[in-house]
DNA sequence: AAACGTTACTAAAACGATTTAGTAATAACT
DNA sequence: AGTTATTACTAAATCGTTTTAGTAACGTTT
């Protein structure tokens, strides 16, 4: 039992493929109105579906984009995904989804896959170890949107959030309530550029409010030095009273860390982390939080895109700079009446 | 500046297309040593990439499967998709990734398109309004496999976790640890198949345990009803001791409910829940909860898909069982010494 | 009545691969 | 020497669409 196929409808309805193929893409002024409710008909009844594989060969397009993220179970990635297959979806177009893993190889492979694929174009929020393959599609008129990570030597249309300004806010706040001993925890290695902006947020704020920077209390921490690193940092002489954290991986350390220690937050000490988790309110401090506009990322990245495929100019590279929002709850220690500080002046300054 | 194509390949390695093909097709025998290394450099100079979609039309097979799931920012739906997603990229099949949201209309276009995209099966967490549509296909001979809720009227493969097992365990936990009041959360509506699994594990577990039912302690809500039916069932004469929610949806509601009125998890109230959450361990009182094999439901899906899509013939359908686990944390009123009461007998029996 | 436009179609050539059937040249066997 | 096998290829058909160029029939101008 074969599909059916366009040349199975044309005989049933007695018109020759051409006219059916019109009908299908619904060009009816190439028919009469009687062939075309013939034709109607007889796809209804044989349940004809078209074959998009061969469609796609003729017309070279496949109304299909690949999106590249670095790991599908992080809620990061998950919303940006949601974003693009929202905005995919209504623009008639699939997405496929692809986890590199921060893993160069799997993401080069993964590229050249969907390119053989001849999808119509790549979300992905690289690795910066393809930079070259990226570029040289790009050049070729293959349309490319990186979103998450910031590379100033691929030129490329990009959508970002506003590191710098969303790890400047946080550290302000926590300034803002008082703090003035705020530590920094990173991941170790070389540095991605998002995450390098997040630590220069952290100084800038420091620096706005004058307050001397204590390289004790930055620590970049490794899988393994993790434990002696915040056993460093906490059991000091002079503990900071704020931490603040520059990605979900590290808050979970540091919330782990500072729940098996017994030490209380936010009394004994304020948290404010970036990226929001999806349970942030229901812990026992809910967190303050600074959230990247992750769906947005997605249905923006999405929209360049398509746009990029749509219209076949090649314009200069465009980015796109969305901000972040900091969610302010009680791990900062925010209390009721403590509102008023939000509005009092650079404390040194 | 046009793609490469097999062509330019073939007249630059002065050899036919059928050679290179064969080239490609790793069918060495069918050329000469010196042909295939000339070969072999043309398409690294040309940088010849092979057209899937012109292949895929040819041999009729796309190497890409669909999945469908209910929602992706759902991390139920992230880990069966990452599942899904590692083991096809292993055996060398794409994934492309939809998302139903519950609603049929969207999940019957989801499965046409997929269709129409020549797609070589199809994972899909079905709501269950378009099993017709599914069981023609399956008929057909193509290949489905469902996950996560069970039809019995659709003959197909499927792999779903104990649920009943996983709920029975779960309010048998609670009952161990002494509690008898205790009170079940559910969302109201048509009962998917596999809530009410829980549902019966929660009334089968009494029942084994000869603990009388209270419908009182029963609770159905909908977005609506939500505090009305929280406060009916926290604020009665005779409280329940325990609660057990079927999903996370519930699970966040409930908890909300509860630090909003400031009853203490688990001194005042211990809560046992279905689902895991990323960050079940870092609430004020860690949860106990009913872990799915979610990631292994990916895997076992993708495994029985694809052997379906290899071996051409049609065997009876197969239903997989995964078993759920019951992670034992703090929110079911767990002390160190309470470990003694896991081996208690029966209390009434 | 010749010329031109419309209308309603169709035949055939793509798209870029795979595959089948065939062939020419050489080697091996009887 | 004649037959058969093997090696190393190629030509052409095919997959299921879209699209271009063409045509026959009919109506409308001039």
Same mark, same amino acid.
Do not use: W
């Given at each position: 039992m074969s599909k059916v196929k366009l040349k199975d409808v044309a005989e049933k309805a007695g018109v020759s493929k051409s006219t059916v193929s019109q009908y299908l893409n619904k060009r009816y002024e190439f028919m009469g109105k009687e062939t075309r409710k013939r034709i109607e008909k007889v796809? !209804?009844? *044989?349940?004809?579906?078209?074959n998009e594989v061969a469609r796609s060969l003729k017309i070279k397009k496949t109304n299909t984009i690949g999106v590249i993220v670095a790991n599908i179970l992080h809620p990061f990635s998950t919303y940006v995904s949601r974003g693009v297959e929202d905005y995919c979806q209504q623009r008639g177009y699939n997405v496929i989804l692809c986890n590199a893993d921060n893993d160069s190889n799997k993401e080069k492979s993964y590229i050249e896959m969907l390119q053989m694929k001849q999808v119509d174009g790549i979300i992905i929020a690289a690795t910066g170890k393809n930079n070259d393959l990226i570029y040289r599609e790009r050049e070729k008129g293959f349309p490319i949107v990186l979103f998450d990570r910031y590379f100033d030597d691929v030129e490329v249309d990009m959508v970002l959030s506003d590191n710098y300004q969303g790890a400047f806010q946080a550290v302000e706040h926590l300034i803002k309530m008082g703090h003035k001993n705020i530590a920094l925890v990173a991941p170790e290695g070389h540095?991605?550029?998002?995450?390098?902006?997040?630590?220069? =947020?952290?100084? =800038?704020?420091?620096?706005?409010?004058?307050?001397?920077?204590?390289?004790?209390?930055?620590? &970049?921490?490794? #899988?393994?030095?993790?434990?002696?690193?915040?056993? $460093?940092? &906490?059991?000091? $002489?002079?503990?900071?009273?704020?931490? &603040?954290?520059?990605? $979900?991986?590290? +808050?979970?350390?540091?919330? +782990?860390?500072?729940?098996?220690?017994?030490?209380?937050?936010?009394?004994?000490?304020?948290?404010?982390? &970036?990226? $929001?988790?999806?349970?942030?309110?229901?812990? !026992?401090?809910?967190? #303050?939080?600074?959230?990247?506009?992750?769906?947005?990322? =997605?249905? #923006?990245?999405?929209?360049? *895109?398509?746009?990029?495929? !749509?219209?076949?100019v090649k314009p200069k590279h465009e980015q796109k700079i969305l901000p972040c929002q900091l969610i302010v709850r009680q791990s900062c220690g925010f209390r009721k009446n403590a509102e008023a500080n939000e509005n009092i002046p650079a404390l040194n300054a």
């Amino acid at each position: 039992m074969s599909k059916v196929k366009l040349k199975d409808v044309a005989e049933k309805a007695g018109v020759s493929k051409s006219t059916v193929s019109q009908y299908l893409n619904k060009r009816y002024e190439f028919m009469g109105k009687e062939t075309r409710k013939r034709i109607e008909k007889v796809i !209804e009844d *044989l349940r004809y579906q078209p074959n998009e594989v061969a469609r796609s060969l003729k017309i070279k397009k496949t109304n299909t984009i690949g999106v590249i993220v670095a790991n599908i179970l992080h809620p990061f990635s998950t919303y940006v995904s949601r974003g693009v297959e929202d905005y995919c979806q209504q623009r008639g177009y699939n997405v496929i989804l692809c986890n590199a893993d921060n893993d160069s190889n799997k993401e080069k492979s993964y590229i050249e896959m969907l390119q053989m694929k001849q999808v119509d174009g790549i979300i992905i929020a690289a690795t910066g170890k393809n930079n070259d393959l990226i570029y040289r599609e790009r050049e070729k008129g293959f349309p490319i949107v990186l979103f998450d990570r910031y590379f100033d030597d691929v030129e490329v249309d990009m959508v970002l959030s506003d590191n710098y300004q969303g790890a400047f806010q946080a550290v302000e706040h926590l300034i803002k309530m008082g703090h003035k001993n705020i530590a920094l925890v990173a991941p170790e290695g070389h540095l991605l550029s998002m995450r390098k902006l997040r630590i220069d =947020g952290y100084y =800038g704020a420091l620096k706005k409010y004058n307050i001397p920077i204590d390289e004790s209390y930055v620590k &970049f921490v490794t #899988t393994e030095n993790l434990t002696n690193q915040l056993n $460093d940092l &906490f059991r000091q $002489d002079h503990v900071p009273t704020a931490v &603040f954290t520059v990605n $979900d991986l590290m +808050t979970i350390e540091v919330l +782990t860390y500072l729940k098996e220690n017994n030490i209380k937050v936010p009394d004994e000490m304020a948290v404010v982390v &970036f990226d $929001d988790l999806p349970m942030a309110s229901l812990l !026992e401090a809910p967190l #303050t939080v600074v959230a990247q506009p992750t769906y947005e990322i =997605g249905t #923006t990245s999405a929209r360049m *895109l398509i746009e990029r495929i !749509e219209s076949k100019v090649k314009p200069k590279h465009e980015q796109k700079i969305l901000p972040c929002q900091l969610i302010v709850r009680q791990s900062c220690g925010f209390r009721k009446n403590a509102e008023a500080n939000e509005n009092i002046p650079a404390l040194n300054a």
